[in-house]
Protein backbone atom coordinates (compact mmCIF):
# COMPACT_ATOMS: atom_id res chain seq x y z
CA UNK A 1 0.00 0.00 0.00
CA UNK A 2 1.35 3.15 -1.03
CA UNK A 3 2.19 5.96 1.31
CA UNK A 4 1.01 9.39 1.86
CA UNK A 5 4.84 11.11 0.01
CA UNK A 6 3.95 8.37 -2.36
CA UNK A 7 0.73 9.04 -3.26
CA UNK A 8 2.06 12.58 -2.88
CA UNK A 9 4.48 12.22 -5.88
CA UNK A 10 2.47 10.78 -8.24
CA UNK A 11 0.28 13.60 -7.89
CA UNK A 12 2.98 16.13 -9.12
CA UNK A 13 4.13 13.28 -11.60
CA UNK A 14 3.69 15.54 -14.60
CA UNK A 15 4.61 12.11 -16.62
CA UNK A 16 1.31 10.48 -15.25
CA UNK A 17 -2.47 9.89 -16.61
CA UNK A 18 -4.00 13.13 -15.30
CA UNK A 19 -7.15 10.71 -14.21
CA UNK A 20 -4.44 8.30 -12.07
CA UNK A 21 -3.15 12.05 -10.61
CA UNK A 22 -6.43 13.03 -9.54
CA UNK A 23 -6.93 9.43 -7.79
CA UNK A 24 -3.73 9.66 -5.73
CA UNK A 25 -4.73 12.78 -4.66
CA UNK A 26 -7.96 10.96 -3.43
CA UNK A 27 -5.74 8.37 -2.09
CA UNK A 28 -3.96 10.40 0.07
CA UNK A 29 -7.14 11.71 1.79
CA UNK A 30 -7.24 7.79 3.04
CA UNK A 31 -4.09 8.67 5.17
CA UNK A 32 -4.81 12.75 6.33
CA UNK A 33 -8.06 14.32 6.07
CA UNK A 34 -8.91 16.36 8.56
CA UNK A 35 -12.87 16.95 8.09
CA UNK A 36 -13.37 13.41 7.25
CA UNK A 37 -12.50 12.02 3.92
CA UNK A 38 -15.39 13.61 1.84
CA UNK A 39 -15.49 16.88 3.32
CA UNK A 40 -11.68 17.39 3.23
CA UNK A 41 -12.20 16.42 -0.38
CA UNK A 42 -15.04 19.04 -0.75
CA UNK A 43 -12.60 21.31 0.94
CA UNK A 44 -9.54 20.79 -0.98
CA UNK A 45 -11.81 21.02 -4.48
CA UNK A 46 -13.61 24.36 -3.30
CA UNK A 47 -10.08 25.77 -2.42
CA UNK A 48 -7.97 24.65 -5.58
CA UNK A 49 -10.84 26.04 -7.69
CA UNK A 50 -12.05 22.41 -9.18
CA UNK A 51 -15.42 20.38 -9.03
CA UNK A 52 -15.18 17.37 -6.57
CA UNK A 53 -17.05 15.59 -9.81
CA UNK A 54 -14.66 17.00 -12.06
CA UNK A 55 -12.33 14.09 -13.99
CA UNK A 56 -9.87 16.10 -15.22
CA UNK A 57 -9.18 19.08 -13.39
CA UNK A 58 -6.28 21.53 -13.89
CA UNK A 59 -2.91 19.87 -12.83
CA UNK A 60 -2.20 22.92 -11.11
CA UNK A 61 -5.28 22.73 -9.29
CA UNK A 62 -4.69 19.33 -8.23
CA UNK A 63 -1.10 20.29 -7.10
CA UNK A 64 -2.81 23.42 -5.52
CA UNK A 65 -4.94 21.06 -3.36
CA UNK A 66 -1.73 18.47 -2.30
CA UNK A 67 -0.11 21.81 -1.11
CA UNK A 68 -2.60 22.59 1.08
CA UNK A 69 -3.06 19.13 2.52
CA UNK A 70 1.14 18.71 2.75
CA UNK A 71 0.95 22.34 4.55
CA UNK A 72 -1.76 20.93 7.52
CA UNK A 73 -0.31 17.15 7.82
CA UNK A 74 3.00 19.22 8.29
CA UNK A 75 1.15 20.98 11.35
CA UNK A 76 -0.28 17.97 12.28
CA UNK A 77 2.66 15.84 12.25
CA UNK A 78 4.77 18.61 14.33
CA UNK A 79 2.19 18.10 16.88
CA UNK A 80 1.95 14.42 17.20
CA UNK A 81 6.17 14.46 18.00
CA UNK A 82 5.03 17.22 20.32
CA UNK A 83 2.01 14.85 21.96
CA UNK A 84 4.72 11.79 21.44
CA UNK A 85 7.08 13.51 23.55
CA UNK A 86 5.09 14.74 26.30
CA UNK A 87 3.59 11.11 26.78
CA UNK A 88 7.18 9.87 27.52
CA UNK A 89 8.09 12.59 30.13
CA UNK A 90 4.46 12.00 32.06
CA UNK A 91 5.38 8.26 32.16
CA UNK A 92 8.93 8.66 33.07
CA UNK A 93 7.51 10.88 35.79
CA UNK A 94 5.44 8.30 37.02
CA UNK A 95 1.96 9.73 35.25
CA UNK A 96 0.57 6.66 33.30
CA UNK A 97 -2.93 7.08 33.59
CA UNK A 98 -4.13 9.96 30.21
CA UNK A 99 -6.33 12.46 30.84
CA UNK A 100 -9.37 13.35 28.73
CA UNK A 101 -7.49 15.58 25.80
CA UNK A 102 -5.26 11.98 25.66
CA UNK A 103 -8.42 10.27 24.66
CA UNK A 104 -9.22 12.47 22.04
CA UNK A 105 -6.10 12.03 20.75
CA UNK A 106 -5.90 8.26 20.50
CA UNK A 107 -9.26 8.48 18.52
CA UNK A 108 -7.26 11.14 16.14
CA UNK A 109 -4.21 9.49 15.67
CA UNK A 110 -2.85 10.29 12.11
CA UNK A 111 -5.19 13.41 11.63
CA UNK A 112 -7.87 11.39 9.66
CA UNK A 113 -11.25 13.33 11.34
CA UNK A 114 -9.01 15.48 13.87
CA UNK A 115 -11.58 18.28 12.98
CA UNK A 116 -14.55 15.99 11.95
CA UNK A 117 -17.42 17.33 9.43
CA UNK A 118 -20.63 15.33 9.70
CA UNK A 119 -21.83 17.24 7.12
CA UNK A 120 -19.65 16.78 4.26
CA UNK A 121 -20.97 20.22 2.25
CA UNK A 122 -20.21 22.37 5.39
CA UNK A 123 -16.55 22.93 6.64
CA UNK A 124 -14.39 25.42 7.24
CA UNK A 125 -13.22 28.41 4.55
CA UNK A 126 -9.68 29.04 6.22
CA UNK A 127 -6.63 27.07 4.73
CA UNK A 128 -6.30 23.39 6.41
CA UNK A 129 -2.93 24.75 8.29
CA UNK A 130 -4.88 27.49 9.99
CA UNK A 131 -7.51 25.14 10.87
CA UNK A 132 -5.09 22.82 12.93
CA UNK A 133 -3.29 25.51 14.27
CA UNK A 134 -6.59 27.13 15.76
CA UNK A 135 -7.36 23.25 17.18
CA UNK A 136 -4.32 22.69 18.64
CA UNK A 137 -3.69 26.11 19.95
CA UNK A 138 -7.52 25.39 21.56
CA UNK A 139 -6.11 22.03 23.02
CA UNK A 140 -3.13 23.60 24.86
CA UNK A 141 -4.93 26.48 26.84
CA UNK A 142 -8.04 26.07 29.44
CA UNK A 143 -11.33 25.06 27.92
CA UNK A 144 -13.50 27.68 26.56
CA UNK A 145 -16.90 28.26 25.59
CA UNK A 146 -16.34 28.77 21.35
CA UNK A 147 -15.45 26.79 18.72
CA UNK A 148 -11.60 26.57 18.46
CA UNK A 149 -11.65 26.95 14.38
CA UNK A 150 -14.24 30.36 13.79
CA UNK A 151 -15.00 31.43 17.32
CA UNK A 152 -18.75 30.72 17.28
CA UNK A 153 -20.64 29.95 20.17
CA UNK A 154 -23.49 28.34 18.79
CA UNK A 155 -22.97 24.92 19.37
CA UNK A 156 -25.57 21.88 19.00
CA UNK A 157 -25.25 18.50 20.57
CA UNK A 158 -25.53 15.98 17.90
CA UNK A 159 -26.03 12.16 17.86
CA UNK A 160 -25.51 9.45 15.64
CA UNK A 161 -22.24 10.68 13.71
CA UNK A 162 -20.53 9.09 11.55
CA UNK A 163 -17.12 9.01 13.43
CA UNK A 164 -16.42 8.24 16.91
CA UNK A 165 -17.97 9.19 19.46
CA UNK A 166 -20.96 8.91 17.68
CA UNK A 167 -22.46 12.27 19.83
CA UNK A 168 -20.88 15.70 20.05
CA UNK A 169 -21.14 19.44 20.22
CA UNK A 170 -21.11 20.63 16.33
CA UNK A 171 -20.56 24.19 15.30
CA UNK A 172 -22.86 25.42 13.42
CA UNK A 173 -20.85 28.35 11.98
CA UNK A 174 -18.08 25.98 10.25
CA UNK A 175 -19.72 22.64 10.97
CA UNK A 176 -16.39 20.97 12.63
CA UNK A 177 -17.37 18.34 15.77
CA UNK A 178 -15.78 20.34 18.50
CA UNK A 179 -13.42 18.24 20.72
CA UNK A 180 -14.96 17.55 23.97
CA UNK A 181 -11.06 18.80 25.69
CA UNK A 182 -11.50 22.48 24.25
CA UNK A 183 -15.05 22.51 25.92
CA UNK A 184 -16.16 23.97 29.55
CA UNK A 185 -18.76 21.28 30.97
CA UNK A 186 -20.78 24.58 30.91
CA UNK A 187 -20.51 25.15 26.52
CA UNK A 188 -21.63 21.48 26.26
CA UNK A 189 -24.57 21.77 28.69
CA UNK A 190 -25.77 24.60 26.71
CA UNK A 191 -24.67 22.71 23.09
CA UNK A 192 -26.79 19.75 24.55
CA UNK A 193 -29.88 21.73 25.55
CA UNK A 194 -29.78 23.28 22.06
CA UNK A 195 -30.51 20.17 20.63
CA UNK A 196 -34.06 19.74 22.31
CA UNK A 197 -34.86 23.01 20.87
CA UNK A 198 -35.11 22.76 16.68
CA UNK A 199 -34.27 25.68 14.91
CA UNK A 200 -37.05 27.59 13.62
CA UNK A 201 -37.07 28.94 10.20
CA UNK A 202 -37.92 32.35 9.70
Do not use: N
Not at 25 to 31: I, Y
Not at 166 to 172: D, I, L, Q, R
Amino acid sequence: MAGFRSLARQVRDPQSDLALRRYSLRKCLERFAPYGHRATWDHLCSRAGFGPEDRSPDPARLVAALEELEAARAVWLAYEADFAERRRKEKHDGLRRPGSEDDWHRRTWGGCGVAWCDDPGVHPRAPLAEVLRRLIAALEREPGTSCPVCGDTSLVWKRGLAHAPSSGAVCTGCGIVVPAPVLTQDAVARARARRLRPLVSA
